[in-house]
């Protein structure tokens, strides 16, 4: 942003805005220039809420979910099944289960999934942890809700591997036709996965 026409702080302000996913250098623009028109109603919340954010968020010791109480407020909810782990590569993974209310399980987020290509090995990775809960007597059921991409697959294969001795129910997410999908859209493979692992009606 060399030839920026706004004064130093506010070029560092669209910098920043920039660095965001999604956001572009045109896009961090118009969101400064918006940020900065509406100064009372959304700059000054946003800088207290970023700042409450960066005094009180942690990462929770038992399954790495984000929150302001660690344990998370999943993990020390008495309504969530205990005897359910859902594993999930990143929190954003577990905040989509969550505004589906897909599970009452609790979770355990791994960070990543197993990727050479990128030198993402095990260690990388919060699987011991994992194994380790899976031991606890009150752990039934392990729902692996992994991408569907060859690093997730890969990812599923290696952890129910290892949860063969803790003596728990390894199960994964259904590949196959998406609520309101129409057949003629679908790729190949998930066309043939539906298939496999069609339901009885
Ligand atoms: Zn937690």
Redesign the pocket.
Known sequence: MATGVAGPEIEKLIQLLARLPGLGPRSARRAALHLIKKREALMAPLAGALQVAMDKIEV?K??G?IDTHN??T??TDPRRDPSIIVVVADVSDLWALERATATTGR?HVLGATLSPLDGVGPDDLTIDALVTRAHAAEVTEIILALNATVDGQTTAHYITDLLTEAGVKVTRLAHGVPVGGELDYLDEGTLSAAMRQRTLF
């Open positions: 929770c038992t399954c979910n344990p998370c999943i993990c979770y």
